[in-house]
């Protein structure tokens, strides 16, 4: 058996040992990052984070803004583990609260309390800075994702289109669908809308895209606006030759689904096909 006395360095390593376990990590220093409004529609308003923090123990001051020239002092600043949290304020009575998390060199997380649209969220990412707010690496943004999903959208609606898949076409509309054609006018209604596809267009008509013409922008509370040209083509009567025209969709998001609710076709003409002129030397 042990003696007493050799024991005692065991008992303080397994009490010290806790205590270094628990310690927070360092957070005291620069940081500079992104902070980005993701919207519903998963398109990003990007944005800058300056933040300076000051940590004793578990307690973290410091400031934060979105320039060097604009910084504000944080407020209930806390590190639990890799875990830290504090406030900004925003005005009289408003604070913005940051929920950050430390791991493999990167602040990472959330904050709330901005005015931003509903079912938007703001990611935040800070890199480590030095004293001239110079960051280890590049500072990387939230991706904007709503023209790759518009261009699936449209995509859809078009494989649709020239399958004669009307189910799926009747999916992308809304039911007070509002068509406008320079040739023909108005039309209203899904059920007009997809009765003119299913006379007109099913095993006559079929459309591509023109390569580089698509422009999306987001409309804010209600969707996005498609803009672009297109083709269409007869493959059982290639006499009638090759049509072009320009379109502008109006997509609505509402509760998670995309449809369409107002399309413009316009500019109809025949399609210049004839290959570029060439100059001799």
Known sequence: MLPTRSLLPLYAALLIAPCAAAQA???TGHWLGALDVVHADLSVEPGPAYLSFSQNGSTVSGTAGDSPA??????????????LTFDVPAGPGKLVHFDLTLAANHLHGSATGLPV??????VVDALPADAGWHAQATVTHVPDQLFATIAALDKKLFDAYNTCDLATMGSLVTDDLEFYHDKTGLAVGKQVFLDAIHN??????QRQLI???????????????EIGAHRFYHPNNPSDG???AKF??????????WQITREISYDH???????PQTERP
């Open 25 to 27: 990590p360092a957070v």
């Open 70 to 83: 604009h910084l504000s002092p944080i407020a209930n600043g806390e590190i639990d583990g890799n875990h």
């Open 117 to 122: 649209e509903e079912g938007s969220t703001i």
């Open 200 to 205: 007109n267009i099913c095993n006559k008509v």
């Open 211 to 225: 390569p580089g013409t698509m422009e999306v922008h987001r409309l804010a509370h209600f969707g996005a606006v």
């Open 242 to 244: 090759v049509g072009e």
């Open 248 to 257: 502008i969709t109006i997509w609505r998001l509402q509760n998670g689904t």
């Open 269 to 275: 003409a025949a399609a210049d096909l004839a290959p």
